[in-house]
């Protein structure tokens, strides 16, 4: 229903709301100029340059396993812009979409697809290196077929991880819920009056004063080759 707001004169006329919703005035995501896994990449590369030449400092077997810890950590920084890229589009054809009937709706621009089409390229790109590299690396280390494994292994380890840090997240905001319903239920454990520890600081202190009591009490000849046995 369109509401309607009083003229000066008494009567009343139609307001239009022009308000745009949060979905049509999302902005467009500003997508980085290089991967997120660039330094990972350049230092797989000269690791894989060091272990051809064999100027490896570590073993053979230890380079290798870098190398596949290398590998994976590509696909971890990678994975979580993978599913953006696949939620970015959904929102600029629903955006596009709500163009076609909606004078408030803004259409995305050419360059907001032309962005996106570029770093999904790099990417792509990315994707096939790192599977061209797994598959060198598996047949250099025993085990072909890796490079068809890798990218499931990683998306499985990555949903693995996104579940533990939810769960993780979901027993912080219960905690911290149900500290506030104590608070607010007065039944919260009131605070010490002293902090833990103050029979060990007394304790402490007492043995300290006896030291420095009985150092004090030594012959100064004897005080003195302490002191540079200590130096």
Not at 88 to 96: G, M, T, V, Y
Request: overall charge positive; glycine content about 4%; aromatic content about 6%.
């Amino acid at each position: 229903m369109i509401p309607k707001a009083k003229k000066k004169d008494g009567t009343t006329r139609t307001q239009k709301n022009n308000s745009v919703s949060p979905l049509e005035s999302k902005a467009a995501t500003k997508w980085p100029e290089d991967l997120p896994s660039a330094a990972a990449v350049k230092c797989y590369e000269l690791l894989k340059a060091s272990l051809i030449s064999k100027r490896c400092t570590a073993t053979e077997q230890d380079c290798k396993k870098q190398l596949r810890d290398l590998l994976m950590e590509r696909c971890r920084q990678q994975i979580p812009w993978m599913q953006h890229i696949q939620q970015e589009r959904q929102h600029l054809r629903a955006a596009a979409e709500r163009a076609k009937w909606s004078s408030c709706a803004t259409p995305p621009t050419a360059d907001d697809v032309g962005q996106l089409d570029d770093f999904e390229e790099k990417c792509i790109a990315e994707s096939l290196n790192v599977k061209e590299e797994a598959e060198w690396l598996g047949c250099v280390d025993g085990a072909p077929g890796l490079g068809a494994r890798i990218w499931p292994i990683a998306f499985e380890l990555h949903a693995k991880a996104t579940k533990l840090n939810s769960e993780r997240e979901q027993l912080v905001r219960n905690h911290h819920e149900k500290t506030l319903k104590a608070y607010a239920e007065r039944t919260a454990k009131s605070w010490p009056s002293e902090l833990p520890g103050i029979a060990q600081r007394v304790s402490y202190e007492q043995l300290k004063a006896s030291t420095l009591r009985d150092y004090h009490h030594l012959p100064r000849r004897l005080c003195s080759r302490v002191g540079q046995h200590h130096t």
